[in-house]
């Protein structure tokens, strides 16, 4: 990504003009270790460029299930507010019940990495001696009390939103955006600082793991803090839209976003089935879970596309963040292959944008249930534009009324939620009786040009 490369110029430069110049050579040497320390404590393989190991970590703590990603990172165990069990992370999913690295504050680096090189964690196999150096020196200088700046029930900062503004203009929105939703790699700035502010505090202090932020320590801490009260009252993804695109991705999120597919079939497609369906396609959440959202129980129960594999109908209301860790789990692995913005506009249309499809359609006729006669005009205003009045007139598809005959619920999900990568719009806001009609009136059109 272009924005990386300009990080070596781009850190100086912003800390000479915000300091309003540099302090001495040897002070600067020590802050960017720890600055370096921060992200090392945050995910220190990542910021190594190495894999994690897959053995055990030696402490990790019973009752979790041991997932070498998350228990070898300093930051799971000890927690982003540094207090460990008796800090932010007392309780909750990221509960661990071991205690934090605050009593260590101000202690002799050489004892630390003493520590860390010890039974109970083992990193002298797997870290050099500049990279425990630097923990140890977060350890040692980098940590502050992030409860003095962080009201830990209503996790809000505690700082000035207005004088805020500036640092998050200045140096913040040239990547994420006036309104923190410029980056798709990221998830909306205002939703992950009011969640996880103290996640928040330490990225803007040390910067990401091996990432093109600009660790922001050396500045006047409350300014840090003031710039995090800002990002707090940062907007949310407007809604409709992103169901809207979430619905497309559904259909066919490659398509949609122009990303990668890998060419072979997805490892949780049935092995042994027809090759009817090309192997990309089985990539789509559309082939294993349905059109009608409603998998071996719906239109896909037989038929070429039939897997057995449930719906999805039962998440609507589901929570983003339950929903994105499905869409991350061993069985689905979208993780790698999308951005965080598509994972979260997936997880919005299945707890917002699902419909019941069989109320719409009759599953043995595929007849569908509108006033085809009344909403004739509609479909000759809205739609004729592109499809002509006979609906044979774009080129790159059968005729509209073959479609809609023979594949009603596809129909149907592409008129509300507009099609993958094309420009047709979405038409969600018209009322059930206006689009069924429409529909209707499409089955009625001619099945041949
Ligand atoms: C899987 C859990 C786990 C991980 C990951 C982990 N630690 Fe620890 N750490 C512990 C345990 C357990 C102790 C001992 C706590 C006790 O004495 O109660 C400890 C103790 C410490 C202490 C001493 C705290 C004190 O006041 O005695 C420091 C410092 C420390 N860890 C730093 C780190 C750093 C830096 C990393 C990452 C490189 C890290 N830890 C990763 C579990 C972990
Ligand atoms: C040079 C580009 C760049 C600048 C400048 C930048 N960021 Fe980021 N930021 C990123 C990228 C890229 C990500 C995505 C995560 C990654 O890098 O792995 C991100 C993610 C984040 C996250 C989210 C999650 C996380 O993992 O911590 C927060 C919070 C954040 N930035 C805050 C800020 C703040 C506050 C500023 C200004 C003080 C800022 N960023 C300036 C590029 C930037
Ligand atoms: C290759 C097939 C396949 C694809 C593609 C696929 N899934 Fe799944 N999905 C599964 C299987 C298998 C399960 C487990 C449930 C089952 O066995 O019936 C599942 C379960 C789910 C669940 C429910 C989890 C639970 O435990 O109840 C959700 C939600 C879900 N998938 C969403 C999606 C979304 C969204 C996409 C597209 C981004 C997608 N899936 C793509 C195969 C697939
Ligand atoms: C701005 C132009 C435009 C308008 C307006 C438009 N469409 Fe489309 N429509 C398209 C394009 C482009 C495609 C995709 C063709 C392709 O797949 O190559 C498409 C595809 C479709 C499909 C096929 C979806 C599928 O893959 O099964 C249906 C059904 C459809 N449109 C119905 C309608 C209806 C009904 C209306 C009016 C309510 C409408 N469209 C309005 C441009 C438009």
Not at 177 to 198: H, K, S, T, V, Y
Not at 223 to 229: F, G, R
Not at 231 to 252: A, F, K, W
């Amino acid at each position: 990504m272009s924005i990386g490369s300009t990080r070596p110029r781009l850190v100086p430069l912003l800390l000479a003009i915000v300091l309003g110049l540099t302090g001495p050579a040897a002070a600067d040497e020590v802050l960017s270790s720890i600055a370096r320390g921060g992200r090392l404590y945050d995910g220190w393989f990542k910021e190594i460029g190495e894999a994690p190991p897959v053995a055990s970590h030696p402490s990790y703590p019973t009752g979790h299930e041991f997932r070498p990603e998350r228990f070898w990172r300093c930051v799971e165990c000890h927690g982003w507010d540094y207090k460990g069990k008796d800090g932010a992370f007392a309780e909750g999913d990221l509960r661990t019940g071991i205690k934090g690295i605050d009593g260590m504050k101000g202690a002799e680096p050489a004892k630390i990495v003493e520590i860390l090189r010890d039974a109970r964690h083992g990193y002298g196999d797997y870290l050099n001696d500049t990279d425990l150096s630097d923990l140890a020196n977060f350890v040692a200088l980098g940590q502050i009390d992030m409860s003095t700046v962080i009201d830990p029930a209503k996790r809000l900062a505690q700082g000035d939103k207005e004088a805020g503004t500036v640092l998050y203009q200045t140096i913040c929105a040239n990547c994420h955006g006036n309104d923190g939703q410029q980056l798709i790699d990221a998830p909306p700035l205002g939703d992950f600082a009011r969640e996880n502010p103290w996640h928040s505090l330490h990225s803007i202090m040390n910067g990401h793991p091996n990432g093109s932020m600009p660790p922001l320590r050396a500045l006047d801490m409350r300014k840090l803090v003031d710039a995090l009260a800002y990002i707090q009252t940062l907007t949310t993804r407007e809604p409709m839209s992103s169901v809207l695109r979430g619905g497309r991705l559904y259909d066919n999120w490659y398509k949609e976003s122009g990303r990668q597919v890998p060419a072979g079939p997805h490892p949780a497609y049935p092995v042994g089935k027809s090759s009817a369906v090309e192997p990309r396609s089985t990539w789509r959440c559309k082939e294993c879970h349905g059109y009608d959202y409603k998998g071996k129980d719906g239109t896909y129960a037989e038929g070429p596309h039939r897997t057995g594999i449930s719906g999805v109908m039962s998440w609507t209301g589901a929570t983003q963040k339950s929903i994105i860790a499905v869409l991350k789990d061993q069985t689905h692995r979208f993780g790698g292959l999308m951005p965080e913005r598509d994972l979260l506009d997936i997880a919005n249309f299945l707890s917002r944008g699902l419909i019941d499809m069989d109320l719409a359609i009759d599953r043995a006729t595929k007849r569908i249930n509108g006033d085809a006669h009344k909403y004739e005009a509609h479909f000759q205003t809205i739609c004729a534009t592109c499809h002509g009045k006979d609906g044979t007139m774009v080129r790159t598809m059968p005729p509209l009324g073959r479609v809609a005959s023979e594949d009603p619920w596809r129909s149907l999900h592409n008129l509300l939620n507009g099609h993958p990568g094309d420009p047709m719009p979405a038409l969600r806001a018209l009322d059930a009786e206006i689009l069924n009609g429409i529909l209707a009136f499409t089955q009625t059109l001619p099945t041949r040009r």
